[in-house]
Each structure stands twice: as structure tokens, then as C-alpha cells.
């Protein structure tokens, strides 16, 4: 699609609005927006980093709006509501605003909190519960178009744009028969639901275990079922012992080296190296991860190398699509575990050292206003 915005442009405080016309071509046909905002800087995704992004974007002098699918942070409120982070909360925190908690480690809750906080600190533009359907345009032109919970379309345009859009939507799924029953499910939330049922938990990460382990504690009869040889090496420290105990004390049956061969309303099918197994089942807990949208980066234009890897300069964060940069945990391709809070939360500012090169604020670009009238001569006495 060609883009092309040719007319007058005026700075409206915090985006730059076209007050005439701005054309563009699309599908063919030439179109004109009027008084729509251009953005600097549109950052897909309002979790952690590209809160992140923007903040940086701002601090930078841009202006900048996100968009995302959800609520702000969606994933992280969409994450067991009893979890408590990995990391000390110093470790999570953005826009140089401090984090405090008077635990080790912050809650879901906490980290909820936190975010919000400071996306109001920075009075964030937020777009919330519009998923984005489509790119189109090129650097310094994008358009993007969105979609609301009311099957409403909106449309923004952009100079440059930042892909942060997480792993948390798209699970890794098991691909045997059976699971698309709705016993089936790739989110664990909390145990109640589970008292005096049959539970297998697929996995043996941090996930897995600590889903298994709080569905024990609250009444649930758990089997975990693991493809490889046994509780993975690096499960948290205070979690792995924990989980060792309860296999080993028969209080969690675990099967490793084993996979669901099938899932049926009442049983699962088991293939384990003593032979198959039938296990009376009421839910399938698949704790085997998740990964970015492909398909997404795809039809941006991005480059996947292998491992699913975007295109991307590690400087800069510019993906192969000139004016698209790339941040979070989606730089990582399938391999998620190799980016998270911690270190994703520098790439706004990784983005933004480049912005700086290559953009000027749009007020640095705007055609000067006509001089204004002369005053009329009573206002001007008084003057
Ligand atoms: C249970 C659990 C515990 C974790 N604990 C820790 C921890 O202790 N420490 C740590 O550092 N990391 C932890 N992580 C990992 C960490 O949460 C993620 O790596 C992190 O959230 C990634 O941040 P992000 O901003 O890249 O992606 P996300 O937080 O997933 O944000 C992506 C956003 O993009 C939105 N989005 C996606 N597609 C679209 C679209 N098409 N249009 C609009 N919006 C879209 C989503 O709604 C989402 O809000 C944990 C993860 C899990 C699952």
C-alpha cells in the first residue's frame, strides 16, 4: 500500500493531527483521513515492555500511544491469581519507578498494582480491549487498523511502530484426539475449582509443578505426566524439593518419559515406557507453555530465522521491516524462557536510542503555522 500524507499538519499537545487531509493509497483506491492523530511512536501490546517502550518513547520526546487486546498488563492478570513472581520486585520495574513489597517476592496482585501506577504516573495513552488485525503502510506511514470488543474497527497511524505482543495468548498444544473437550485446559488459575477430582498436569517446569502442587494442597487427586526424564533441572529452588517430596511420598503419581496418547470425556490414554495406560480423569491441566503469534510477525513482513527468531538488529531492536522494532519475550522466538520481565524491560530504552537517531519529534517537523492576524488596535493598547 502506498501511504502518502501531503498536507498540513498541527500539533495538538500530544499527537500530531491532520487538519486538511492526508492521503493514502489502499486496495487501490485513494482515500483521505481527516483530523486522525499520527503518532511518532505505536506500541502493539500494553504489558510490561511495551509500557515500557512507551515510557521510553515519551521520555525521548515522542509521542506515543498503545494498543492492546486485553486490559493493561492482560497476561499478568490473566496469570493464576494466587501467583507469586520468581523475581524481587526491583527486578520488574519500569520508568525508573520504584517497586516495593513488604514480601521476598511480589504477587500477582502487587505487580497488577504496580503497573498501573505507573502507566498513570506517565499519564500512558492506552488503547485497552482493541486487538490488532493488520499493518499496512511503510516507515514513517503505517497504518494500523484494530478491532474492539463490539467487533468495532478503528484505525491509527504511525511513524514507527513497536511489536510487543508477549507469548501468553497462543499455548503450545498437545495435538492428540480429545483435546478440545472443555475438561481440557491450557490456563491453571486456582485450586478450588478442583476439590475431589481427578487432575493430570501435563509439564515438568515451574508451571507444572506449582499447579500440581497447590491442586494437592486443595483436595485434588493430581498425576503429572512429563515427556522428559523427570521434575526439570531449573524449577525454582523452593519449588523443586517441594514437588520431589510429594512423587516421592506418593502424594502426586507421576509418570515421566510419558505422553497423552488420547483424551476422552472420563479417561486419558497414557503411553509410558511400561506399557499404555487408561487413568480415570475429570481435567487435563497441559502446563506446556506457550509462544508468540507467528502468523502476526508474519504478516508484518517479519522475517523468522530459525527457532522462529524475528529478524532483528540486537542494538537497535529494528526488525527486517524498516520503522517495525520488535520487544519482550517475542525476540525469542519458541525459545520464551530466554526473555521475560527482567531483561525485557530494557528494550524500550534499547528502541528509543534509536528513535533519537533516526526520528525527529514530529513538532521538530511541522510546517509553520500562517502568522496569525494583526490584533485589533483596542487589544493592542492595552497590551
Ligand atoms: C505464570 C508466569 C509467571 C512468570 N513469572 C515471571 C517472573 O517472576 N519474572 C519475570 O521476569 N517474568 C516472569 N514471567 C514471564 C513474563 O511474565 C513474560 O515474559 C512477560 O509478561 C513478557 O512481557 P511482554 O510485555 O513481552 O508480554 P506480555 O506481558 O504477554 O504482553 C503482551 C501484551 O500484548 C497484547 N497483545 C497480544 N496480541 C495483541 C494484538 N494482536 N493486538 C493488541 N494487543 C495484543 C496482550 O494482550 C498483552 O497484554 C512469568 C510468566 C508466567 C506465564
Given at each position: ?56 518513547a ?29 523475581t ?23 505487580a ?47 511513524r ?43 509439564g ?29 533441572e531449573?524449577?525454582?529452588?523452593w ?20 505422553a ?55 542494538e ?68
Open positions: 500500500m502506498n501511504f502518502c500524507l501531503n498536507s498540513r499538519w498541527l500539533c495538538s499537545g500530544s499527537t500530531t493531527k491532520v487538519t486538511n487531509s492526508a492521503w493514502f493509497r489502499y486496495n487501490g483506491v485513494l482515500n483521505c483521513l481527516i483530523g486522525q492523530d499520527i503518532f511518532d511512536v505505536l506500541v502493539i501490546g500494553a504489558g510490561p515492555t511495551g509500557l515500557a517502550c512507551a515510557i521510553e515519551r521520555r525521548a520526546g515522542f509521542t506515543a500511544v498503545n494498543l492492546d487486546k486485553g486490559c493493561l498488563v492482560n497476561s499478568l492478570c490473566h496469570y493464576p491469581v494466587n501467583m507469586t513472581f520468581f524481587t520486585p526491583e527486578l520488574l520495574e519500569i520508568g525508573d519507578i520504584p517497586f516495593t513489597t513488604s514480601n521476598q517476592k511480589p504477587s500477582r496482585l502487587e497488577l498494582e504496580y503497573y498501573r501506577k505507573v502507566a498513570a504516573h506517565y499519564s500512558l495513552d492506552v488503547r485497552q480491549y482493541q486487538a490488532v488485525g493488520s499493518i499496512e503502510g511503510c516507515d514513517g506511514e503505517f497504518r494500523v487498523t484494530t478491532r474492539d470488543r463490539y467487533d468495532g474497527g478503528h484505525e491509527y497511524a504511525a514507527k511502530l513497536v511489536i510487543a505482543t508477549g507469548f501468553y495468548d497462543r499455548p503450545n498444544l498437545l495435538k492428540v484426539p480429545g483435546e478440545d473437550l472443555p475438561k481440557v485446559l491450557h490456563y491453571y488459575n486456582e485450586p478450588h475449582p478442583y476439590f475431589d477430582t481427578d487432575v493430570i498436569v501435563v515438568g517446569r515451574n508451571s507444572a509443578a506449582i499447579a500440581a502442587l497447590e491442586l494437592w494442597r486443595h483436595g485434588a487427586r493430581v498425576t503429572l505426566v512429563h515427556r522428559g526424564p523427570g521434575i526439570h531449573r524449577v525454582k529452588y519449588i523443586r524439593p517441594d514437588i520431589l517430596n510429594r512423587i516421592k511420598n506418593g502424594e502426586v503419581k507421576a509418570y515421566f518419559n510419558s497423552i496418547q488420547a483424551i476422552t470425556p472420563a479417561e486419558v490414554l497414557l503411553h509410558t515406557p511400561q506399557g499404555d495406560a487408561t487413568l480415570k480423569n475429570d481435567f487435563v491441566l497441559a502446563m506446556t507453555g506457550y509462544h508468540p503469534d507467528f502468523d502476526f510477525l508474519r504478516r508484518a513482513g517479519i522475517e523468522l530465522g530459525p527457532e522462529c527468531r524475528p529478524a532483528c538488529n540486537s537497535t531492536l529494528e526488525s527486517n521491516v524498516p520503522g517495525i522494532y520488535l520487544a519482550g519475550v517475542i525476540i525469542a522466538g519458541v525459545r520464551t524462557g530466554e526473555i521475560f520481565i527482567e531483561n525485557g524491560r530494557f528494550h524500550g530504552a534499547q528502541i528509543a536510542g534509536d528513535l533519537k537517531r533516526k526520528l525527529r519529534p514530529h513538532v521538530a517537523t511541522l510546517q509553520p503555522e500562517p502568522a496569525p492576524p494583526p490584533r485589533p488596535a483596542h487589544l493592542q493598547s492595552a497590551e
